[in-house]
């Protein structure tokens, strides 16, 4: 008895799960877009599952006839595609199936497929399998007459018949020569055919008529010299080629016909030496090839045939030593890489020879002490890195050598007191950093030596008494800030020391009264404001 009710119970669940999912079922919703705002023209129409194309979708012409016409399936192709000329004839017409391919479902060509030229006689015919040519394939001149016959298996095409421009059968049962045309009628290529392949001659043409290519084929792959020519005529390559697999030498040249590019291949990797040239014949850079990887020595030239830089490959990384050069021919940098990232001792030298700076890096990060120097030999920077970020003690000096800055780093912030200088030696401001911003009480001066003025700092924000002076010493101004904003009371003097201001001040805005004196100590006015404005 209960395993009946149980039973009843299961089977009452699965209908109500059912209902719920029909009722839950989502239906396409309709689509369409247009060529014009005003949606005279329409573009395309159909139906959208989820955001993806499903079922019958139709695209037009601006003139309102069809496109296309497709059949999708949670947005991929699937079934019958037909497309249109504008002028109504048919163009193509296809099949399209789902198939899992690595576990993913993909939409490929599959079963006849047709095309028609624009005069509406058919243009070729054949099957596809799985997205690939299948089976017999006959193409047609656009006259109707036929102009080849191919055998493609899995892809692979094996001419059986063809026929040239003249309408004379150049291809019989899969030997003779095969043509093939440009859609505006020029000769795009002929290949020997032996046994339904190719093999021996081949020649293609750019469709100005002249030769674009020339070789041998050995059952279809390129094997031996192949020479290529630029659309006018001119030389562009000539490559050798085994087995359809590029081995052997390589040279390319420049429409005037200077050198570009020499090397070799083997087993279609780049090997052994490659040179590259300039349009005006000078040597651009030089270096070998493993494995179609550059490695040991490689060299840069500029365009005067100085060497712009010389150093070391492994399998596409710099390693070992470099040397760079300026256009004249004198150094300018030198230093070791490794895994193609700066590593070691550097260098860097101004034209003349003298020492720009230099210190070491470790995986490509300035690491340790470095210094750099003014062109007449003066110190400029001192200072360490640690892993690419400033730390530890730095200096900086004028030309003349006079002190520019000093003070700590602490992983590239500024950290405890700081003095910076100007070029005659007088100290411009002194004061302590926290964590990389103004901290504590500042101090700055004018060149003659003279205070300017003082101030503090929280967090790099003017948060305390400030008080300024004139060049020649007595006070100027003195005021309070709170975080940048001056607040409470600001005093200002003249140059004699009488008092000629007292003003009031709230959030960086004047605030209170306002009273300004004469050079007498007598009031001249006084004002009222309220958060910045005056208000008496």
Do not use: C
Not at 92 to 113: I, N
Not at 162 to 180: H, M, S, V
Not at 335 to 346: E, L, M, Q
Not at 364 to 371: F, H, I, P
Request: charged residues 25%.
């Amino acid at each position: 008895m209960k395993k009946s009710i149980f039973l009843l119970f299961v089977m009452m669940s699965l209908q109500l799960v059912a209902q719920e999912a029909k009722q839950a079922a989502i239906e396409p919703e309709y689509f369409e877009t247009f060529y014009d705002d005003e949606h005279k023209h329409r573009f395309s129409q159909g139906y959208l599952l989820q955001g993806k194309k499903h079922g019958e979708w139709i695209y037009y012409f601006e003139n309102g006839k069809k496109q296309e016409e497709s059949h999708f399936n949670n947005g991929l192709l699937s079934g019958n595609v037909i497309y249109w000329y504008e002028s109504g004839q048919r163009k193509a017409e296809g099949f399209f199936k789902l198939f899992y391919q690595m576990s993913r479902l993909e939409s490929l060509r599959d079963s006849t497929y047709k095309e028609w030229f624009p005069n509406g006689n058919l243009s070729q015919k054949g099957e596809y399998y799985y997205g690939v040519k299948n089976g017999i394939w006959t193409s047609y001149f656009p006259e109707g007459d036929k102009w080849r016959v191919v055998q493609y298996n899995n892809g692979k095409d094996h001419p059986a018949e063809g026929w040239n421009k003249e309408r004379e059968q150049t291809l019989i049962a899969g030997q003779g020569i095969i043509y093939d045309y440009y859609d505006n009628g020029p000769l795009k290529s002929k290949m020997a055919v032996t046994d339904s392949l190719y093999n021996g001659m081949a020649e293609y043409y750019h469709n100005n008529g002249n030769l674009e290519s020339e070789g041998s084929l050995l059952d279809g792959e390129k094997n031996g010299l192949w020479k290529y020519y630029f659309e006018g005529g001119e030389k562009w390559k000539h490559i050798e080629y085994l087995n359809g697999k590029l081995d052997g030498v390589i040279k390319t040249w420049y429409a005037n016909g200077e050198l570009n590019v020499e090397g070799k291949y083997k087993n279609n990797y780049k090997e052994g030496e490659w040179v590259w040239y300039t349009k005006e014949g000078t040597v651009e850079m030089k270096g070998s090839f493993k494995e179609s990887k550059q490695h040991d020595t490689w060299t840069y030239y500029f365009d005067n045939g100085q060497v712009e830089s010389i150093g070391e490959f492994a399998m596409d990384q710099r390693e070992g030593e470099w040397k760079m050069f300026y256009k004249i021919g004198a150094k300018w940098k030198n230093g070791t890489y490794h895994n193609d990232k700066k590593d070691g001792h550097w260098q860097t030298f101004f034209e003349d020879g003298q020492l720009l700076q230099e210190g070491d890096f470790s995986a490509g990060k300035e690491n340790g002490l470095w210094s750099a120097w003014y062109q007449n030999g003066q110190l400029k920077d001192e200072g360490t890195y640690d892993k690419g970020i400033m730390n530890g003690s730095w200096k900086g000096y004028f030309d003349n050598g006079k002190l520019n800055y000093q003070g700590e780093q602490n992983q590239g912030k500024k950290a405890g007191t700081w003095q910076y200088g100007y070029i005659n030696g007088e100290t411009r401001e002194t004061g302590s950093y926290k964590n990389g911003l103004k901290d504590g009480s500042w101090e700055y001066y004018f060149d003659s030596g003279n205070l300017d003025y003082t101030t503090s700092y929280t967090n790099g924000s003017k948060d305390g008494k400030s008080v300024y002076y004139y060049p020649h010493g007595s006070k100027m101004r003195e005021e309070t800030y709170a975080m940048d904003r001056i607040s409470g009371k600001s005093k200002m003097w003249n140059k004699t020391g009488a008092l000629i201001s007292v003003r009031n001040y709230k959030n960086g805005v004047p605030d209170g009264k306002a009273i300004n004196y004469d050079d007498k100590g007598n009031v001249l006015n006084v004002m009222t404001y309220k958060n910045g404005i005056r208000v008496d």
